[in-house]
């Protein structure tokens, strides 16, 4: 069973910096997807970033140049590294990670104001 645990969020000021972390437990291999996804009040938890074992990342077009993910294979850990933030980027954060079956942390509040 894999455990991924969130650290990072909080609130910060509209244009400043915010660097989300993800570590997974309990897996003895690479996971094959880690990757982040927020969920706004009201709305529907939607893709923020994803990032392949090889390399490969697909980036939601509203966070495309602000937002930059990077993982570590051998800790199975994954980044989020958020620039010039927006107060629509307020949203509950969370890792997710995918390897046969589909993994969910618990979730870190980001609070960005205006």
């Known amino acids: 069973q894999v455990r991924l645990v969130e650290s990072g969020g909080g609130l910060v000021q509209a244009g400043g910096s915010l660097r989300l972390s993800c570590a997974a437990s309990?897996?003895?291999?690479?996971?094959?997807?880690m990757g982040w996804y927020r969920q706004a009040p009201g709305k529907q938890r939607t893709l923020v970033a994803t990032m392949t074992k090889s390399g490969s990342t697909n980036y939601a077009d509203s966070v495309k140049g602000r937002f930059t993910i990077s993982r570590v294979n051998s800790e199975n850990t994954v980044y989020l590294q958020m620039n010039s933030v927006k107060p629509e980027d307020t949203a509950v954060y969370y890792c997710?990670?995918?390897?046969?079956?589909?993994?969910w942390g618990q979730g870190t509040q980001v609070t960005v104001s205006s």
């Open positions: 309990g897996s003895r291999f690479v996971i094959d997807t």
């Open positions: 997710n990670a995918e390897h046969g079956l589909v993994y």
